[in-house]
């Protein structure tokens, strides 16, 4: 009979401890995992937002280290990241490549015609299908691409001047070694 009392008490006290444990665990809240790091970026051709610029065509990026940005013209963050991204392109230390994520296209284009275009190329997802592919959660997210195709590195959230110098350009630096 003190034994059918316990039960529940001693049912709590294990699932308590499993989820303390799981929260101990869990290092850094900040990075979302992702299943595609090392393997292929997902084949695409996105057509372009702006007519003077390629879409986006996955396949035609190999040869070379890029960034692929998902962005927005509606993503406060990616208003803060912005910046960055044009001194990136400006000092050409790597090629950014865009996929405009649900977002009304001139919207888009008034945004970059504003603030400027860091994008070597930019290509639509008004579903947000696409950005799907690679694993998004939301914007802005930005993925380091390998000269094979690869996905390398994935950044979640805005790319500050801090997370370049010290996290994405070791990783392009050393790709391209």
């Given at each position: 009979?003190?034994a059918?009392?316990?039960?529940?008490?001693?049912?709590?006290?294990?699932?308590?401890?499993?989820?303390a444990?799981a929260?101990?665990?869990?290092?850094?809240?900040?990075?979302l995992?992702s299943?595609?790091?090392?393997?292929?970026?997902?084949?695409?051709?996105?057509?372009?937002?702006?007519?003077?610029?390629?879409?986006?065509?996955v396949?035609?990026?190999?040869?070379?280290?890029v960034?692929?940005?998902?962005?927005?013209?509606?993503?406060?963050p990616?208003?803060?990241?912005?910046p960055?991204?044009?001194k990136?392109?400006?000092?050409?230390?790597?090629?950014?490549?865009?996929?405009?994520?649900?977002?009304?296209?001139?919207?888009a284009?008034?945004?970059?015609?504003?603030?400027?275009?860091?994008?070597?190329?930019?290509?639509?997802?008004?579903?947000?299908?696409?950005?799907?592919?690679?694993?998004?959660?939301?914007?802005?997210?930005?993925f380091?691409?390998?000269?094979?195709?690869?996905?390398?590195?994935?950044?979640?959230?805005?790319v500050?001047?801090?997370?370049?110098?010290?996290?994405?350009?070791p990783?392009?630096?050393k790709?391209?070694?």
């Amino acid at each position: 009979m003190r034994a059918i009392v316990l039960l529940p008490l001693v049912m709590f006290a294990l699932i308590a401890g499993f989820f303390a444990w799981a929260l101990l665990m869990r290092h850094d809240s900040s990075v979302l995992p992702s299943a595609l790091i090392d393997q292929p970026a997902p084949q695409m051709k996105l057509e372009p937002l702006l007519p003077n610029l390629p879409g986006l065509d996955v396949a035609a990026l190999k040869g070379e280290v890029v960034l692929v940005n998902i962005f927005a013209s509606w993503c406060p963050p990616c208003q803060v990241e912005h910046p960055v991204f044009m001194k990136v392109a400006a000092e050409k230390a790597v090629p950014i490549y865009g996929i405009n994520y649900k977002d009304k296209p001139d919207a888009a284009t008034a945004w970059l015609r504003r603030l400027g275009n860091p994008y070597s190329g930019i290509g639509v997802d008004p579903l947000g299908r696409n950005a799907i592919e690679w694993g998004n959660y939301g914007v802005p997210e930005t993925f380091v691409l390998d000269r094979q195709g690869r996905i390398r590195h994935r950044f979640v959230g805005p790319v500050t001047d801090d997370a370049w110098r010290d996290t994405l350009l070791p990783i392009v630096k050393k790709l391209r070694e």
